[in-house]
């Protein structure tokens, strides 16, 4: 693992352009649960069921009742952990570009990245059905369900679910992103969700560099990785941004 690190680090050290595609496992060291695998959201809930487009319609209540909430939940209490403030660091040292994320929590941004593509959306906010009213997440009165504005249209949270496009300009730009990078970070994801896991494909075929750090080997793992990083994310974002940190000779990494 440390000659890995010491690679990986090399590489990004001289990358001029570095891009990252995140999934929910870098979370799960936020008490994020991820949504496959052990402790994953979709392990307890059917997605067809809760988090397809067609389902909300159907029954704004139910969705609201069972998974809305324990994502609220999520919301109001989740900071971010050694992974996140480690692409923070990187973009602060003029490394990391953008950060690619399938997450809805916001999570990149309050650890101080500034250019976050939300490609599922964003979960921090709700918008009224009716009005297109906005409301913050966390502001939400969960004594209704499901909650409404005042002109009494039903509040959606702001990510995409199941069976509803990305939006066109998050596509586009994440695409041109892949294409333009020299290296490619993939930190937790699954890689099986279209369009998200093409994104290093993309990244890869115009020739960047693919870091994948997971818990598991996953699809990409055998199609693209340059280097396979398994443990957990904060771990491993905290070893590899002290080892950057030391080979550009710059004093101790952030507290
Ligand atoms: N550190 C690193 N990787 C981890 C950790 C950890 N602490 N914990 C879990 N993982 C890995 C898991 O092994 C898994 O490969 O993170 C990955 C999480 O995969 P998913 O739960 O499928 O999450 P993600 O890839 O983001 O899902 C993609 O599917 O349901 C939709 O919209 C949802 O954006 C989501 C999309």
New binding site residues.
């Given amino acids: 693992m440390k000659d890995l690190i010491h690679r990986a680090a090399g590489d990004l050290v001289r990358s001029k352009n570095a891009v990252a595609l995140t999934?929910?496992?870098?979370s799960?060291?936020s008490g994020i649960p991820?949504?496959?695998?052990k402790g994953?959201l979709?392990e307890r809930f059917d997605?067809m069921e809760y988090?397809h487009i067609d389902a909300f319609m159907k029954n704004p209540a139910k969705v609201w009742d069972v998974l809305i909430k324990e994502m609220k939940e999520v919301i109001d209490n989740a900071r971010p952990n050694d992974a996140h403030k480690g692409l923070a660091r990187l973009e602060n040292l003029g490394i990391l570009k953008t950060i690619i994320t399938?997450?809805v929590y916001g999570m990149n941004q309050m650890a101080g990245n500034t250019d976050v593509i939300e490609f599922?959306g964003n979960f921090a906010w709700q918008r009224c059905m009716e009005c297109n009213n906005r409301c913050e997440t966390t502001k939400i009165d969960i004594g209704q369900i499901p909650p409404r504005c005042e002109c009494g249209g039903i509040y959606r949270p702001e990510c995409i679910f199941f069976g509803e496009m990305i939006p066109p300009q998050y596509l586009r730009v994440s695409e041109m992103a892949a294409s333009a990078c020299d290296i490619m970070l993939v930190?937790?994801?699954?890689?099986?969700?279209q369009p998200?896991a093409s994104i290093p494909l993309i990244a890869k075929q115009a020739g960047a560099k693919v870091i994948e750090?997971?818990?598991?080997r996953?699809p990409l793992s055998i199609e693209s990785s340059d280097y396979i990083i398994m443990?957990?994310?904060?771990e491993i974002l905290k070893t590899l941004t002290t080892e950057i940190e030391r080979l550009f000779n710059i004093g101790s990494s952030p507290d």
Avoid: D
Avoid at 34 to 37: A, E, L, S, T
Avoid at 187 to 193: F, L
Avoid at 213 to 216: L, R, S, V
């Fill in positions: 999934g929910a496992g870098i799960v060291e991820p949504f496959r695998g994953g979709w997605p988090a399938q997450n599922h930190i937790g994801t699954s890689a099986t969700v998200a750090i997971n818990f598991e996953t443990g957990k994310a904060g």
